[in-house]
T-cell receptor, first 116, second 112 residues
Framework: GALVYQYPRRTICKSGTSMRMECQAVGFQATSVAWYRQSPQKTFELIALSTVNSAIKYEQNFTQEKFPISHPNLSFSSMTVLNAYLEDRGLYLCGARRDWLQNTLYFGAGTRLSVL | GEQVEQLPSSLIVQEGASVLINCSYTDSASVYFPWYKQEPGKRLQFIIDIRSNMERKQTQRLTLLFDKKTKHLSLHITATQPGDSAIYFC???????????FGKGTSLVVHP
């Protein structure tokens, strides 16, 4: 089956520091990876959509300078939160699209970021 | 851009009841609508989907209805069980630009 693993599950960082989170697709090739942030109120914000061999598309209010993403192959993507502050807290979810013919995203369990 | 609204925001029912979750979207270019379920501490799980060329889709206790004219969807869950307790999310994806947009979710609590 198609599974997506995210690491770490939880992380705490000091205000102003950075942290990197990883997303691994197992059992399938992820042609696209969508990174979301879920607020405590459960609202989803799309941060960026990363497609292999294509430019990463960032949504308004999210920039490459703040959330650099790497998607080097069809099974792995990583995102870094640079200079994290309180407003960056939340559950970061990675959703992987299986192939061009399927539109469903397979999600990891998320990386919960706390900022002190 | 696309906006997805879900109502109600929460539902509390007794086991065995049926529930209806409504979802509306704004972008007429959206053609694919997957729904997900999120149980506490667990990953989002795909549960059912529908394409804009369909009006109805059913799988086990889930029935998804789609009205292209009104840009409205509704998810009907019958014979609810405590294991159905979760947050349910509607999402919309455009045909031209792959960019899944989620609603704010509907929290369902099913009491035994």
């Amino acid at each position: 089956g198609a599974l997506v693993y995210q690491y770490p599950r939880r992380t705490i960082c000091k205000s102003g520091t950075s942290m990197r989170m990883e997303c691994q697709a197992v059992g399938f090739q992820a042609t696209s990876v969508a990174w979301y942030r879920q607020s405590p109120q459960k609202t989803f914000e799309l941060i960026a959509l990363s497609t292999v061999n294509s430019a990463i598309k960032y949504e308004q209010n999210f920039t490459q300078e703040k959330f650099p993403i790497s998607h080097p192959n069809l099974s792995f993507s990583s995102m870094t939160v640079l200079n994290a502050y309180l407003e960056d807290r939340g559950l970061y979810l990675c959703g992987a699209r299986r192939d061009w013919l399927q539109n469903t995203l397979y999600f990891g369990a998320g990386t919960r970021l706390s900022v002190l | 851009g696309e906006q997805v609204e879900q109502l109600p925001s929460s539902l509390i029912v007794q086991e065995g009841a049926s529930v209806l979750i409504n979802c509306s979207y704004t972008d007429s270019a959206s053609v694919y609508f997957p729904w997900y379920k999120q149980e506490p501490g667990k990953r989002l799980q795909f549960i059912i989907d529908i394409r804009s060329n369909m009006e109805r889709k059913q799988t086990q206790r889930l029935t998804l209805l789609f009205d292209k004219k009104t840009k409205h969807l509704s998810l009907h869950i019958t014979a609810t069980q405590p294991g159905d307790s979760a947050i349910y999310f509607c999402s919309a994806i455009s045909g031209g630009n792959y960019k899944p947009t989620f609603g704010k979710g509907t929290s369902l609590v099913v009491h035994p």
